[in-house]
C-alpha cells in the first residue's frame, strides 16, 4: 500500500521557532493529507494538497509538494506548546484508502 | 457536532473472549476503516468498508472481522483476541465522492489483551 515516510522521527524545537517535517512517498498520488494526533488521542485533518498544487496556507502551516520528487513538507511557524503532538502525511493514490507512515513527533518547549 | 464514535474507549480482556468495539458516524459517509496503531510501526488499516454491505481487507487483516450491515456503524470484531492484538484502535469515516475529503477519526479504544 501507499504509505508516506515522515522524517524526522522526533523534533525538538523552542516556542516561537519554525518547525519542518517532511514525507516521501513512492508512487503517483491524487493528493496528499497531513494530520495531527496529540497524545493517544484521535488523528485530525489538517491541511490536503492535489497533485496539481505546489503551496498551500492554512493559519501557521504551510504546506509543499513536489511530485517530481515524491514529496511533501509541512512547516508550522512560530510554534507552540500547543502544537506538541504527531503528525503523519497521508499520500492518496487514486481511490479513497489513506495509509499513514509512522509519523514525526513534535516537541515544541516554553 | 460531526464526530465518530467508539466505544469502549478502555478494554482489558483475557486471552479468546470474543469482544466487538463500536464505531458509529453520524456524518453519511460511505466510507469506514479501522486501523491499529503500535509504537514503532504507526497507524495499520485492518478493515475498510466502501458502503453498506461492501468491506476488504486492509494490511492486517488477520484475527478480526468487521460488518457494514447499516451506513452509520463498523463494528470490529475480535472472535478470539490474543496479546499481539494489544493495541490503540482507530475507527475513521470519510466521503468517497471524489476522493479528495478528510477522513474523522474516533477517539480510539485501548485494547488489552492478557
Known amino acids: 500500500s501507499q504509505q508516506g515516510e515522515e522524517d524526522p522521527q522526533a523534533l525538538s524545537i523552542q516556542e516561537g521557532e519554525n518547525a519542518t517535517m517532511n514525507c516521501s512517498y513512492k508512487?503517483?498520488?491524487?493528493?496528499l493529507q497531513w494530520y495531527r494526533q496529540n497524545s493517544g488521542r484521535g488523528l485530525v485533518h489538517l491541511i490536503l494538497?492535489?497533485?496539481?498544487?505546489r503551496e498551500k496556507h492554512s493559519g501557521r502551516l504551510r504546506v509543499t509538494l513536489d511530485t517530481s520528487k515524491k514529496s511533501s513538507s509541512l512547516l508550522i511557524t512560530a510554534s507552540r506548546a500547543a502544537d506538541t503532538a504527531s503528525y503523519f502525511c497521508a499520500p492518496r493514490p487514486s481511490g479513497y484508502a489513506l495509509n499513514f507512515g509512522k509519523g514525526t513527533s513534535l516537541l515544541v518547549t516554553p | 457536532e460531526a464526530q465518530v464514535t467508539q466505544n469502549p474507549r478502555y478494554l482489558i480482556t483475557v486471552t479468546g473472549k470474543k469482544l466487538t468495539v463500536t464505531c458509529s458516524q453520524n456524518?453519511?459517509?460511505?466510507?469506514m476503516s479501522w486501523y491499529r496503531q503500535d509504537p514503532g510501526l504507526g497507524l495499520r488499516q485492518i478493515y475498510y468498508s466502501m458502503n453498506v454491505e461492501v468491506t476488504d481487507k486492509g494490511d492486517v487483516p488477520e484475527g478480526y472481522k468487521v460488518s457494514r450491515k447499516e451506513k452509520r456503524n463498523f463494528p470490529l470484531i475480535l472472535e478470539s483476541p490474543s496479546p499481539n492484538q494489544t493495541s490503540l484502535y482507530f475507527c475513521?469515516?470519510?466521503?468517497?465522492?471524489?476522493?479528495?475529503?478528510?477522513?474523522?477519526f474516533g477517539q480510539g479504544t485501548r485494547l488489552t489483551v492478557v
Open positions: 456524518m453519511n459517509h460511505e466510507y
Open positions: 494538497i492535489r497533485s496539481n498544487e
Open positions: 508512487t503517483s498520488i491524487n493528493n
Open positions: 475513521a469515516s470519510s466521503f468517497t465522492t471524489g476522493g479528495e475529503t478528510e477522513a474523522f
